[in-house]
């Protein structure tokens, strides 16, 4: 998926760094499990193709999610969906943007919305 998509292809809610991690160190491709093992064959087939060993590809996995991060591209467009008929009044941010404050601190509890207004935030500013 990373060789044909990039990291948008790779796309995995990790809710922490000890997700991050456990994922990590799960990595074993060669004991995948797959609905379908024809599907598994395919997978173990193309990754023999582009890698000389499951253990070089497990290897290249894990270094990419160590220093490339996933994308949030997805988790944003989703989160731009479900909002997409809210008004926003972005007049205190645009103080704030004014302002010689160099940081933005959105707060809230789990769920409130922080992660939806700053992607309407993000779209707000690409389109000016």
């Given amino acids: 998926t990373i060789l044909h998509h990039g990291p948008d292809g790779l796309h995995m809610p990790l809710a922490s760094a000890a997700d991050r991690a456990l994922l990590i160190a799960s990595i074993d491709v060669a004991n995948a499990t797959c609905f379908k093992e024809e599907d598994k064959q395919m997978i173990l087939a193309k990754v023999r193709e582009h890698h000389s060993s499951y253990d070089e590809f497990n290897c290249a996995l894990k270094l990419h999610l160590l220093l490339e991060p996933l994308s949030y591209r997805v988790d944003i467009e989703q989160r731009l969906i479900r909002s997409g008929s809210t ?10 943007e004014a302002s010689d404050t160099r940081a933005l601190c959105v707060m809230g509890e789990g769920g409130t919305g922080k992660s939806t207004v700053s992607a309407a935030m993000i779209r707000e500013w690409q389109a000016t």
Avoid: P, R, S
């Fill in 87 to 96: 008004e926003w009044n972005f007049d205190l941010v645009i103080q704030w």
